[in-house]
């Protein structure tokens, strides 16, 4: 598998697509990703389907549901992860802004500096310190300069609040963290890149409740920075930092479908299909 | 078009910009770089495949031609003179492969077996023996045979020429069977000891039976690369152009008989080289490729 | 453990009890242990008459006469040493490469297939590929390859000489395929493990195929990797009979890759045969030198793996 299996997009195409006015944070509440009939399937079988529904700037978007409905699926869908799975067939449209994420246009290494991702294991590379991960993403991306990469990790790592933990060891290496810090050191890295939206996939699974609590605390914190669209098994957890939710199911046919999706309050306390209600009290799941 | 109400002067937005701009602009070289690395890597693929294609191209092609009925049945003979075969260095590799075998597989596996159930320094130093071992040159080995077997026997024998290889076999055989026989689980041990049997029992019925295809991999691979050991061979067996099946006194051997006619002037002999070389590949290959459905084999019936 | 009693009736059992158990394989492993104590000794007394009677100048010698009483080992340990390091520097990004694309880049299906036949390159005997490097490959390189390489770098003095086939670029060569297999084999392995995760986190900042393969399973793999190098060497130094009939067997130091030269190895197989006394004690302490080059070889090299080993992960989060 090579790069080349985008199709041939020119390379003008990739450079111009994804316009220049996201560079700002859009407006709190304005769309800033679109999911239209979205499905995923593995070798013909669906894995995900029927998915629709927006994301907003300044928010965090919770994908919930029991496992196996194919939240952490769907999440892989939005940066484009399932292109090295040769079995993987994605449809429906996913929109970032203007760009049509799954356009044969689009370049996924560029996808990728937009949409970040932190996974559910903390996965900072071993061979690395603590500061070449945290610049990872930004040289992986092609900058250069030392003043722009020391800035942005500097930043980063504020913002996952760990700089105070690690700043005068930039040069230790990232194994001597402990697992919530590795966490927030993997939030940084992809913070560095300066993304517009986060994808986090059961961040916190991994984590003891006391990293939890933190990493927890630190979403809220990021989601005027950043927009994130979150997966979580933990309903309390979703009540806690997200403010829109996407319930998935499973259906008959073992593939997730999207049940219902609103504001976290109505979906918790108000919601529209049955199925959600029993989710929500626990009768399930 | 979407607002920016963060004004300009936002460091994050500023960032922002850059690293965009920085990953716009050289996304084209990254690209590039990458379809070259990767193209070089698929490039260096074929040139691994290449030498053995070519090899076994090279042998069956010109080792076909030699293999006759009196290739198989005749012993060699001198330059010139037609009718010659390699016969007597078939059954040197055979009397002293299968002397070998016969000693360093039941040693190899007690040794094995006592590496699998023991862990203290005893079996420290052992495997760090065997590790060593396998690192020896066999040129190093084939004095080593020379001085233990040659000189204190009187001579060249095809037993100086097993003792030699089975020297090359052992630690094979012996970190072979230790993988084996620590793959048997160690419930059933536990089983047959709780039922009151003895370990020497246990060995013989639960051990040895469940490691069975590990220990035939790791033998048939052992015999493979024992067959086709030149340098041991060379300074202690002597050599001999006619039919012997006594060990003990001077034998050939397909490889020493490959070795000694490659370099020779005359197409004959190069091509009797030729045709023993084939038929080493072909036993080897046969050998190898046989471990290795073994091996496959076990791990279907594992699952 | 104590003595599980044993049932009346099962006093029939043929089956040793457990402590001739344990005292026959106990017997076993110290006959292993003797048996490379043997070794050990064997060589180093047969050897030693070499010392006494030359002292130790004559491993560093340049001329190589028997019959003059002159014993250089000079050029067979640069032998050893040059053509060793072709292979080396052949296989190991070729080697790498080829790991890298049968771990990463073949599709699935056919990883098992292409995976076994480089490893099959390993089972045929080192003498079958001494036949076909002097018969098939010699003339290529006297014919061809030489003749290119000369006048592509003429200007470095490394190819001066006449175009001879044989010789030190030859034996180079052959080592390199024959090492590779076992080059490949490990550093695919090893290069397979690195946990998906670590790719994936790359792949998910942005990061092309080749960065994540540089940059993250590359140097995630590095003590296996250089493990793969001590071996491949190690094969490369002992390596004899190929060798021997390949490199021409010229006991001079070698002023050119086209040169014909020799190793230890090929030293001790081509002299073996006619020579006594003091000649075959050096040829013993020949081999003791090439033992103690290879102990060298393979402790700077689990030096290196120690050396970088402590410097990459250590004992994962707290």
């Known amino acids: ?285 | 078009m979407t607002a920016v109400l963060d004004s300009p002067a936002d460091p994050s937005v500023e960032r922002r910009r850059a690293v965009q701009e920085a990953a716009r602009s050289s996304l084209r070289r990254r690209k590039l770089s990458s379809r070259i690395a990767l193209g070089v890597c698929w490039a260096f693929l074929g040139i691994a495949i290449i030498p053995l294609i070519g090899v076994v191209v090279y042998v069956v092609a010109k080792g076909l031609p030699a293999w006759n009925l009196d290739f198989f049945t005749k012993s060699t003979t001198p330059e010139g003179i037609p009718g010659g075969g390699v016969w007597n260095a078939i059954a040197g590799t055979v009397v002293i492969t299968t002397i070998a075998v016969v000693v360093t597989v039941p040693v190899g596996l007690l040794g094995g077996l006592f590496l699998a159930e023991s862990d203290g320094r005893a079996a420290a130093t052992l495997r760090f023996t065997a590790d060593v071992m396998t690192g020896v040159p066999s040129i190093t080995i084939g004095i080593f045979g020379y001085i233990a077997m040659v000189r204190n026997f009187g001579g060249a024998s095809g037993i100086a020429g097993a003792f030699a290889i089975g020297f090359i076999m052992l630690p094979v055989i012996l970190r072979a069977g230790e993988t084996a026989f620590r793959g048997v689980p160690q419930s059933l041990n536990e089983a047959a000891l709780a039922l009151g049997a003895r370990r020497a029992t246990i060995a013989r019925k639960v051990v040895v039976p469940t490691a069975l295809p590990g220990v035939i991999t790791g033998v048939l691979l052992a015999v493979a690369r024992g067959m086709g050991e030149t340098a041991p061979l060379l300074l202690t067996i002597g050599g001999n152009q006619y039919l012997q099946w006594n060990p003990t006194k001077q034998m050939e051997a397909l490889p020493v008989l490959i070795y000694n006619n490659s370099s020779q002037p005359y197409a004959d002999l190069v091509q009797v080289a030729w045709g023993a070389a084939l038929l080493l590949v072909a036993a080897v290959l046969v050998l190898s490729i046989g471990s290795r459905l073994v091996a496959a084999r076990l791990r279907k019936e594992r699952r | ?318």
């Open chain 3, 1 to 318: 453990m104590a003595e599980t009693p044993v049932p009346v009736g099962a006093r029939r059992r043929r089956s040793l009890p457990d402590n001739g158990y344990r005292a026959l394989l106990g017997a076993v492993a110290v006959l292993v242990a003797a048996l490379a104590v043997w070794f050990v000794v064997a060589i180093v007394t047969q050897a030693w008459p070499a010392f006494t009677t030359l002292g130790f100048s004559w491993i560093f010698g340049k001329v190589w006469n028997p019959s003059h009483g002159r014993y250089g080992l000079l050029p067979f340990i640069l032998g050893t040493l040059e053509a060793t390091a072709i292979g080396v520097v052949l296989a190991v990004p070729i080697g790498l490469g080829t790991a890298l694309a049968l771990a990463y880049l073949v599709p699935r299906r056919l990883r098992t297939a292409l995976s076994t036949t480089v490893e099959l390159l390993a089972a045929v005997p080192s003498v079958v590929y001494g036949l076909w490097g002097l018969v098939v490959l010699a003339p290529v390189f006297r014919d061809t390859v030489e003749p290119f390489l000369t006048s592509a770098f003429g200007w470095t003095s490394l190819f001066n000489g006449p175009n001879q086939g044989v010789g030190l670029l030859l034996a180079g060569v052959i080592l390199f395929i024959m090492i590779l297999p076992t080059m490949v084999a490990i550093s695919r392995d090893v290069l397979a493990v690195v946990p998906n995760e670590q790719v994936e986190g790359a792949m998910a900042l942005g990061a092309t195929r080749w960065q994540v393969l540089r940059k993250v399973v590359v140097p995630g793999a590095r003590t296996g990797l250089l493990g793969a190098f001590t071996l491949a060497t190690g094969r490369a130094l002992g390596e004899t009979v190929a060798v021997a009939l390949v490199i021409g067997n010229s006991p001079y130091i070698a002023h050119s890759i086209k040169s014909p030269a020799a190793t230890i190895p090929s030293l001790i197989v081509n002299n073996f045969g006619e020579s006594s006394g003091t000649e075959l004690a050096v040829l013993f302490a020949a081999g003791l030198v090439l033992l103690v080059i290879g102990i060298a070889v393979n402790s700077v090299a689990r030096w290196l793996v120690w050396s970088t080993a402590g410097s990459s992960a250590g004992a994962g989060a707290r």
């Open chain 1, 1 to 285: 598998m090579t790069d080349a299996d985008v199709g041939t997009p020119s390379v003008e195409d990739a450079l111009t697509a994804g316009t220049e006015e996201a560079m700002g944070q859009p407006p709190v509440g304005e769309v800033v990703m679109t999911l239209a009939d979205v499905a995923v399937a593995f070798a013909g079988r669906a894995a995900v389907r029927d998915v629709t529904f927006d994301v907003r700037a300044g928010e965090v978007t919770a994908l919930i549901g029991p496992s196996g409905s194919g939240k952490t699926t769907l999440l892989r869908a939005l940066n484009r992860l399932h292109d090295t799975v040769r079995t993987a067939s994605v449809t429906g449209s996913v929109r970032l802004g203007d760009l049509d994420v799954y356009a044969p246009s689009t370049d996924p290494t560029l996808l990728r500096s937009r949409v970040g991702m932190v996974f559910q294991r903390p996965n900072p590379f071993p061979t690395m310190s603590i500061y070449e991960n945290a610049v990872a993403g930004l040289k992986f991306n092609g900058v250069r300069k030392k003043a722009l990469l020391d800035e942005a990790a500097e930043a980063a790592l504020i913002a996952a609040a760990l700089w105070d933990s690690v700043k005068d060891r930039m040069n230790a290496h990232a194994s001597t963290l402990s697992g919530g810090e590795q966490q927030r050191l993997c939030i940084a890295r992809a913070l560095a890149v300066e993304p517009e939206v986060l994808l986090m996939d059961e961040p916190t699974s991994a984590l003891d409740p006391i990293a939890t609590k933190r990493i927890e605390e630190l979403v809220v914190e990021l989601k005027d920075r950043v927009t994130i669209i979150i997966v979580t098994h933990n309903m309390q957890q979703a009540m806690r930092v997200s403010d829109r939710c996407a319930f998935l199911l499973m259906g008959d046919d073992k593939a997730g479908e999207l049940i219902e999706f609103g504001p976290t309050a109505t979906l918790f306390s108000e919601p529209t299909d049955p199925r959600t209600l029993d989710y929500v009290n626990g009768r399930f799941g």
